[in-house]
C-alpha cells in the first residue's frame, strides 16, 4: 500500500506562513498562493473602508489625504507580502485599490473605479493644485512602487504617491486609461522608469538625474526628459502618433537628444520613416548617439522607405556594435501621413544606391540579426540591407536571419565568380571571409 503523502509545510499555523513568505521576494511570495488552499488564504485581500464625507474640492482633498495614511498604515503593518483592498469615496466615485506589498519596499496599486450615476459628479473636475507633502515615513522609505488602472479620479493620488516617495527606485505605470499627465520632477533616487499603455496620457516630463532605464510603450506623445545624462537603456515602442496630425517633428528630435547618450535603445521603425519624411537627416544633426553600441528597431513591415530611413539613421551611430531588425507582423500598421519638406532635401526622394553611398563607414558594428522576414516576400529588401551592411562594415562577425516559421541562415559572403543574387539553402554556415571583391549567400542552419 502507497504510503499516503502529507504536507507538513502547508498545514503550519498561519503566522509561520506569513513568517517564512517574509524572506521571500514579493514576486516569488505571490506564487505560493498556487501551492495549497492554505497558502491561497495569506494572499485573500482585507478589505478596508474608508469614507470621505460631503463634496466638492474639499471632499477630494481629504479623500487623497486618506487614501495616502490609509497606504502610508498598510507598509508599515506585519513585515511581510501582503494583499489589503483598501475603499474610497470620491467626489466623482467610488475607488477601490487593491494594494500588494512586499518585504523589500515594493508596492503594486492596482485601482479599479464606480462612477456616481449623477452627471454632476461625473463631469466635475477636481482642481486640488499641488497638495503639500504629508510626513509619511513609510511612504518615503518606498523603493518600487507598481501603478496600474489610474485614471482622472485617482491622478491626484498618484502625484501626491510620487511627491512623497523621494527614495523610489523603480516605478512602473500600466494601463492607466484618462491618466492624461506624469511628472516626476527633481527626483535624484529614481533609476528604472517604465510606462506602459497608458492611452490618454497627452504629457510626461521627467526629471530624475539618477535615471538609468526608461521604457514607454504606447502612443507616441509629448514626453519631455531633462537631466537625463545617466540613462543608458531607452525603449520607445510606439504603436502611432497621439493626434497624426499634429506631429511635432521638432519635438520629437528633442526627444531623441535627451537620449543621445544611452548604450542600448530600441524604437520603431516608422517613427525614423516619419522624422525621414519630414525633412531630418541624421547625419547632419547637432547631435550624435556618440555612446550607442546596440540598436534594436521593430516596426510591422519593411518596405524602401523605412530601410533607408535606418540606413540614414545609421549615421548617427558612430560606435554602433550590434544591430538586430524585427518585422512583427502581430504590431499594428503605422502610415506615414504627407509632409512638406521646407529646410532639408528630400533625401527619400533618392534611389537606394544612392542613400546606401550617403551611409558612413560602420568600423565597429560586429553583430546583426535579422527576425520575422519572410525570405521568399521580403528577399529584395533583405538583400539590399544586407549588401548594405557587409559593404560598409569593417569588424563584422556575424549576420544571422530568422524567418516567421523560425528558421535560420547565415550570411555569407562568395566571391564575385560564383552564382550569386539568389538565396541559397545549403548546410550550416555562418561565415563572413574576404576578399572585398563579393556578392553573398543565404545558408540554412540545419
Not at 32 to 60: D, E, K, Y
Not at 135 to 142: A, H, Q
Not at 165 to 187: A, M
Not at 316 to 327: H, N
Request: proline share 3%; charged share 25%; with cysteine.
Amino acid at each position: 500500500m502507497a504510503q499516503e503523502y502529507v504536507d507538513l509545510i502547508s498545514n503550519l499555523p498561519q503566522d509561520i506562513l506569513q513568517r517564512i513568505n517574509s524572506f521571500l521576494p514579493l514576486k516569488e511570495a505571490v506564487r505560493t498562493s498556487l501551492l495549497s488552499t492554505q497558502w491561497r488564504s495569506l494572499w485573500s485581500p482585507t478589505t478596508v473602508n474608508h469614507f470621505a464625507a460631503g463634496g466638492g474640492t474639499t471632499a477630494a482633498v481629504n479623500a487623497v489625504e486618506d487614501s495616502l495614511e490609509a497606504v502610508n498604515v498598510f507598509l508599515g503593518s506585519y513585515e511581510s507580502p501582503e494583499m489589503r483592498r483598501l475603499c474610497f469615496r470620491f467626489p466623482e466615485g467610488d475607488v477601490t485599490i487593491v494594494a500588494t506589498k512586499g518585504v523589500d519596499k515594493e508596492l503594486h496599486l492596482n485601482f479599479s473605479h464606480s462612477r456616481k450615476e449623477d452627471k454632476r459628479y461625473y463631469h466635475m473636475k477636481m482642481e486640488l493644485g499641488n497638495i503639500t507633502p504629508i510626513n509619511i515615513t513609510n511612504l518615503s522609505t518606498l523603493r518600487t512602487l507598481h501603478l496600474r488602472s489610474v485614471s482622472s479620479v485617482t491622478e491626484d493620488v498618484a502625484s501626491s504617491l510620487l511627491t512623497n516617495c523621494q527614495l523610489l527606485q523603480s516605478l512602473k505605470i500600466e494601463k492607466c486609461e484618462g491618466l492624461k499627465r506624469i511628472g516626476i520632477e527633481k527626483n535624484e533616487s529614481l533609476r528604472n522608469l517604465l510606462i506602459l499603455d497608458c492611452v490618454d496620457i497627452e504629457n510626461v516630463f521627467v526629471s530624475a538625474t539618477g535615471l538609468r532605464s526608461f521604457v514607454y510603450k504606447g502612443l507616441l506623445t509629448q514626453i519631455h526628459m531633462k537631466n537625463a545624462s545617466n540613462l543608458v537603456d531607452a525603449e520607445l515602442d510606439l504603436e502611432g502618433a497621439f493626434g497624426n496630425g499634429d506631429f511635432d517633428c521638432e519635438e520629437v528630435l528633442s526627444l531623441l537628444s535627451s537620449l543621445k547618450e544611452v548604450e542600448t535603445l530600441a524604437t520603431s521603425g516608422w517613427l525614423l520613416e516619419w522624422l525621414c519624411s519630414a525633412g531630418v537627416i541624421f547625419g547632419r544633426l547637432e547631435f550624435q548617439f556618440y555612446k550607442l553600441k546596440q540598436l534594436r528597431w521593430v516596426d510591422s513591415l519593411m518596405d524602401n522607405a523605412k530601410r533607408d530611413s535606418l540606413a540614414c539613421f545609421l549615421n548617427s551611430c558612430p560606435i554602433l556594435e550590434k544591430l538586430f531588425i524585427t518585422i512583427d507582423p502581430s504590431r499594428s500598421s503605422v502610415t506615414c501621413p504627407y509632409f512638406h519638406q521646407h529646410w532639408h532635401e528630400p533625401h527619400l526622394w533618392m534611389d537606394f544606391p544612392t542613400v546606401k553611398s550617403n551611409v558612413l563607414q560602420l568600423k565597429y558594428l560586429k553583430l546583426v540579426k535579422f527576425v520575422g522576414f519572410t525570405i521568399d516576400e521580403e528577399d529584395r529588401l533583405l538583400s539590399s540591407l544586407v549588401d548594405l551592411l557587409l559593404v560598409k562594415t569593417i569588424v563584422l562577425k556575424s549576420i544571422t536571419v530568422t524567418s516567421h516559421q523560425n528558421i535560420s541562415w547565415g550570411v555569407v559572403k562568395v566571391p564575385d565568380k560564383q552564382p550569386t543574387r539568389r538565396w541559397w539553402n545549403c548546410r550550416k554556415g555562418t561565415v563572413i571571409t574576404l576578399p572585398r571583391n563579393f556578392s553573398f549567400a543565404l545558408l540554412e542552419d540545419r
